[in-house]
């Protein structure tokens, strides 16, 4: 798992019972590093600062996530761009409804500047285009008069924490069947 903030969905497939074999930072002071601490999931740390490049850093994530086993790889929250799907199978969880407010992190700033009425999550597959491959599931949200980023961000969440296992469910048996 790769993660930037404060891991609630980390926490939330850990308290699903899911396995998460390894995670993955460039913010090793960031809420997911410190959860994944807790509860003893090996801790990669890649701040960019260590690397010449991102090439660099994406091929020692990749080699972190391949020494522990890892299939599938989920970006929860992870704010930085990769390429660990030329050697995984990667799938991200993005605050809106794609591609509504896709390629940033500010979704549910641009939903309310927007003014609509929807918004949502949605959990997709990663492609070389930023939050613009095929989409495995979404959740539609409403957006409630005198909502703000933050009332709105926790019921988007809320619907996170329903799709992302769903999701992850979906792709069990392609990952099983692989040589």
């Known amino acids: ?24 930072t460039h913010k090793p002071s960031c809420g ?27 091929a ?11 299939e599938l790889l989920v970006c929860a929250g992870y704010d930085r761009v990769h390429d660990l799907h030329r050697r995984f199978t990667v799938i991200n969880v993005h605050p809106s409804l794609l591609p509504a ?24 597959l990663v492609t070389a285009d930023v939050d613009a ?4 599931t979404q959740e539609a949200v409403p957006v409630l008069d005198g909502d703000t980023e933050a009332t709105l961000l926790e019921r988007i969440h809320q619907a996170e924490y329903r799709i992302l296992p769903e999701a992850i469910h979906m792709l069990e048996s392609r990952l099983a069947a692989r040589p």
């Open 1 to 24: 798992m790769l993660v930037s903030g404060r891991g609630s969905n980390l926490r939330n497939l850990l308290d699903r019972d899911f396995e998460v074999v390894a995670v993955a």
């Open 101 to 124: 407010f896709g390629g940033g992190m500010d979704a549910v700033r641009q939903a309310l500047d927007h003014g609509v009425k929807v918004t949502g999550a949605t959990v997709h």
């Open 133 to 136: 491959g095929p989409i495995l």
């Open 60 to 70: 020692d994530m990749a080699d972190f996530f391949s020494q522990h086993g890892a």
């Open 32 to 58: 997911g590093a410190e959860i994944a601490r807790e509860r003893g999931v090996p801790l990669g740390e890649f701040p960019q600062s260590k690397f010449e490049s991102r090439d660099a850093r994406d």
